[in-house]
């Protein structure tokens, strides 16, 4: 087992590997479920499976290990995925854990749209959602949108989103642009550590 200490892992190490789990979520296109990456350091790869050096970068502190994709019925559904969260554990090896999601994004000019169809719902929490996702997915200016959240053992958290595209925004040299804002997705951030606290199934 690597000998580095959890607190080392650091936001770097983090973005690495969303850049990386990105990048192959790219590469699997579009209209996806939610998925998980355990992210495990690359030496106890190494150490455990010695074939898999000339596949991973031995320079790279963590490796993300894709998961297998989460039900079709969790797209869409915050509950259901915090549902799920809920029962989800990890192994003491597992330092850390990204999720990626599609979800729609609106400009802050709809906002307003939001705010009118869930005001007069907020006493119900499930209509409340469902109205705000129908106003979501109708929303003449809504994009598709990957969201990327990831969370270490030692505390360090990071959310990353990438945007669709348009035809005439593709990038021809295949660069993803991934943003952030403050404070980006913190539920997600919270239900990711959680899964990093329960305790793992026998």
């Known amino acids: 087992m690597t000998n580095v200490n959890p607190e080392q892992w650091s936001a770097s190490a983090l973005y690495r590997c969303i850049r990386e ?22 030496a106890d790869l190494v150490a455990a499976e010695p074939a898999l050096l000339d596949q991973l970068d031995a ?10 994709s989460l039900p079709e019925d969790l797209t869409g559904d915050p509950m259901a995925l915090d549902e799920f969260l809920a029962t ?7 330092e850390g854990v990204v999720l990626v999601q599609e979800i729609l994004v609106l400009p ?12 007069p719902l907020l006493a119900d929490r499930d209509a409340a959602d469902g109205a705000a996702r129908h106003a ?19 505390g360090t958290s990071l959310s990353l989103l990438h945007i669709r595209p348009t035809e005439d925004e593709e990038d021809p040299f295949g660069d993803l642009e ?3 804002t403050p404070n980006l997705a ?16 026998d």
């Open 178 to 180: 991934l943003r952030t």
């Open 21 to 42: 789990v990105a990048e192959f979520a790219d590469g699997e296109g579009w209209e996806r479920p939610p998925q998980l990456f355990a992210l495990v350091p690359t």
């Open 88 to 94: 989800t554990s990890w192994p003491p090896a597992v």
């Open 136 to 154: 979501a997915e109708t929303h003449p200016d809504r994009r598709d949108a990957r969201l990327f959240s990831g969370v270490l053992r030692s």
């Open 186 to 201: 913190p539920n997600v951030i919270q239900a990711l550590r959680q899964t990093l606290d329960n305790e793992p199934e």
């Open 59 to 68: 320079g790279e502190a963590l490796t993300p290990i894709a998961q297998d």
């Open 108 to 119: 802050p000019a709809a906002e307003q749209t939001l705010d009118e169809a869930i005001a």
